[in-house]
Nanobody
Framework: QVQLVESGGDLVQPWGSLRLSCAASGSFVRVNGMGWYRQVPGKERELVAR???????NYADSVKGRFTISRDNAKNTVYLQMISLKPEDTAGYYCYARILIARAYELSENGYWGQGTQVTVSS
């Protein structure tokens, strides 16, 4: 059983900062790509940032220069450092990971989602 557990969401004032964390746990061979998505009610979930297991990153244009994604492979954890937060950053933030698991002498890569953590930017 593989789980992704997020933490760090909170209510913050505009121009404030937050750091989200997401840790993978359970039985698996390796965590490959990891990323953060966000969603507001009535809209589709959108990519915020992603990082592969070599450290290469991609960001949505709306967060470039303000958000930084990083990972600690030894802890199977991905982070999202957010600064200069804006009200339009308000959303549920979801961690996603591609994880390599072993089952019946075979390896397969599956996608997993965390349960989400709420970020609210408001004065």
């Amino acid at each position: 059983q593989v789980q992704l557990v997020e933490s760090g969401g909170d209510l913050v004032q505009p121009w404030g900062s937050l750091r989200l964390s997401c840790a993978a746990s359970g039985s698996f061979v390796r965590v490959n790509g990891m990323g953060w998505y966000r969603q507001v009610p009535g809209k589709e979930r959108e990519l915020v940032a992603r990082i592969d297991n070599g450290g290469r990153t991609n960001y949505a244009d709306s967060v470039k220069g303000r958000f930084t994604i990083s990972r600690d492979n030894a802890k199977n954890t991905v982070y999202l450092q957010m600064i200069s937060l804006k009200p339009e950053d308000t959303a549920g933030y979801y961690c996603y990971a591609r994880i390599l698991i072993a089952r019946a002498y075979e390896l397969s890569e599956n996608g997993y989602w965390g349960q989400g953590t709420q970020v609210t930017v408001s004065s």
